[in-house]
């Protein structure tokens, strides 16, 4: 069973910085594609970063300058870095894999910008 876990959530005030962690677990091949979604109440869940294992990129436009996807392609490891956190970045982050068609999604973790 693959597993994927995020850590690294919590409270921060404008301004501040954050950064994500997520673990997959159970999977012995590479994963194709690894990412960030997010999920705010009330609102759809929007994706934030992806980062392919050919290092193809994207970005939210609400994100560019201010957060950094990264990832150890080998252990399956993926990273946000989200620097000059604001209000609207308040949402659930999800974790994201890809391997050829199989979707895998962590359960999230709370990111909440605060003052």
């Known amino acids: 069973q693959v597993l994927l876990v995020e850590s690294g959530g919590g409270l921060v005030q404008p301004g501040g910085s954050l950064k994500l962690s997520c673990a997959a677990s159970?999977?012995?091949?590479?994963?194709?594609?690894m990412g960030w979604y997010r999920q705010a109440p009330g609102k759809q869940r929007e994706l934030v970063a992806d980062?392919?294992?050919?290092?193809?990129?994207n970005y939210a436009d609400s994100v560019k300058g201010r957060f950094t996807i990264s990832r150890d392609n080998a252990k399956n490891l993926v990273y946000l870095q989200m620097n000059d956190l604001k209000p609207e970045d308040t949402a659930v982050y999800y974790c994201?894999?890809?391997?050829?068609?199989?979707?895998?999604w962590g359960r999230g973790t709370q990111v909440t910008v605060s003052s």
């Open positions: 980062l392919s294992n050919d290092g193809r990129l």
């Open positions: 994201t894999g890809r391997l050829l068609v199989a979707e895998y």
């Open positions: 159970g999977i012995v091949f590479e994963l194709d594609r």
